[in-house]
């Protein structure tokens, strides 16, 4: 994926100057440019910015200031006509400084660095907590008189027994819950989990096949219920 | 610097009729991380963000009041271990937002007064999403639970974007 570049410059002539040298490098691409630095927060909160060229002498609000107010800023490189904001620089963390006139390598340089940092950060929360890892997500359930927190992702399908539901676990383990089913259901989320039957709830990832009247989950084989029918076909279908 | 970002982010990026669905998740990491601090271990929290989160926008600080109102009518009123979970996901449109908390049996720590704030945000959801929208709160055993399930408006966000960029058409 592309990284996306903003401009915050007041000067027309640098921005173009920048964008020209974006514009060379494979791999990057422009989402936008602003001549001040309000403009910039209208951006970066309607888009994904992955790397900022902040001017800092601007009309009304100093980059530096800008920076300092934005939250989960993405990479920044200054460039800036002047050399006294390189410790502000530290102190913000920012990737590097560019002294205009900024010549094209050492603006290679400076994206080089950006890249580096951006693909190890893209790395680390593709395997951290971002979306769609849910592998840690948990609730606690009712059983022997306590809340005993069980991993949702141990989940295969959830059984109704009077006035006990079974828990049936990866690894061939259950858990004996006293809770209906139907108030049971309601701590579960509708795009994870699906009633299939009066007495069946099924985590949808852990479904290994379907037939128009029954799940299977490993050994499991999983009635659907006739008044379940067409909406659990409805939702497998997608 | 988390609590600087939340300030920030509810001065000035809340203006906008609609932010981020990935910053207003980030903000809700924030707030909890903080609460988090007060409650050290004694606090578990379950995160679940998944789905077609990237691109999506929505109306700001949706889901605070009921992060909120979890903490303080639900784990502040407990002594020894309080859980949460926090359940958000998207497919295509529709997005599910569910807050589980732990809270006491006892009906006096549930009061009524769950009123003013979910009632503000009922209004606010009939505001900004006539009719797409379907919230539910209630105890069940000794767990608070609100979901909420809300049809996202397709998103118009290309179009400002672009009124930002004037410098660019001339290069």
Redesign the interface.
């Known amino acids: 994926m592309n990284i996306r570049c903003l401009i915050v410059d007041d000067e027309?002539l640098a921005?173009?100057l920048i964008?020209?040298y974006i514009q060379q490098v494979p791999g990057l691409e422009?989402?936008?440019?602003?001549?001040n630095a309000i403009?910039a927060?209208?951006?970066l909160?309607?888009?994904?910015v992955d790397l900022l060229f902040l001017d800092i002498k601007m009309p009304k609000l100093l980059g530096t200031d800008f920076l300092?107010?934005?939250?989960?800023p993405p990479k920044v490189i200054f460039i800036t006509a002047y050399r006294d904001y390189a410790l502000d620089g530290y102190e913000l963390d920012i990737v590097d400084y560019l002294l205009k006139p900024v010549s094209f390598t050492r603006f290679m340089k400076a994206v080089s660095k950006a890249t580096r940092l951006i693909s190890l950060d893209n790395n680390f929360s593709s395997i951290n907590?971002?979306?769609?890892n849910?592998s840690?997500?948990?609730?606690?359930f009712?059983i022997d008189k306590e809340?005993q927190?069980v991993l949702?992702v141990e989940i295969l399908f959830i059984e109704s027994s009077k006035e006990y539901v079974k828990l049936h676990l990866e690894g061939g383990k259950s858990l004996l819950v006293k809770?209906g089913i139907s108030?049971l259901e309601?701590?579960l989320?509708?795009?994870?989990f699906l009633r299939v039957h009066r007495s069946y709830i099924v985590t949808i990832e852990k479904i290994s096949s379907y037939s128009p009247t029954y799940i299977t989950i490993g050994n499991n084989k999983i009635p659907i219920g006739r008044l379940y029918k067409n909406e659990v076909l409805e939702v497998l279908k997608? | 610097m988390r609590l600087?970002?939340?300030l920030?982010?509810v001065l000035?990026?809340c203006k906008?009729n609609e932010?981020?669905l990935?910053?207003e998740i980030?903000?809700i990491k924030?707030y909890v991380a903080l609460e988090k601090e007060r409650y050290g271990e004694r606090l578990?929290v379950?995160?679940?963000?998944?789905?077609d989160?990237?691109?999506k926008?929505i109306v700001p600080m949706l889901f605070q009041p009921f992060i909120e109102n979890a903490f303080k009518h639900g784990t502040s009123q407990q002594l020894g271990k309080v859980?949460m979970?926090i359940?958000l996901?998207v497919?295509k449109n529709q997005l599910?937002f569910?807050i589980?908390n732990?809270c006491d049996n006892n009906p006096v720590a549930v009061p009524e007064k769950h009123g003013v704030g979910i009632e503000n945000v009922k209004k606010r959801l009939g505001l900004l999403y006539p009719g797409n929208f379907k919230l539910q709160n209630g105890v069940?055993?000794?767990?608070y639970?609100v979901?909420l399930?809300l049809e996202l408006k397709e998103s118009v966000?290309k179009k400002?974007?672009e009124s930002?960029?004037p410098?660019?058409k001339?290069?």
């Open positions: 027309p921005v173009r964008s020209s422009i989402t936008g440019a602003c001549n403009d927060f209208t951006v909160r309607e888009q994904k300092r107010s934005v939250s989960n907590t971002e979306y769609n849910n840690d997500s948990f609730l606690y009712k809340r927190k949702l809770q108030s309601k701590l989320s509708p795009h994870r997608h | 600087s970002g939340l920030s982010y000035y990026e906008a932010v981020l990935s910053k980030s903000i924030d578990d379950s995160f679940n963000f998944s789905g989160i990237e691109d926008m859980w979970s359940d996901s497919k599910y569910k589980i732990s069940e055993d000794d767990v639970i979901s399930s966000i400002s974007s930002n960029i410098v660019l001339t290069v």
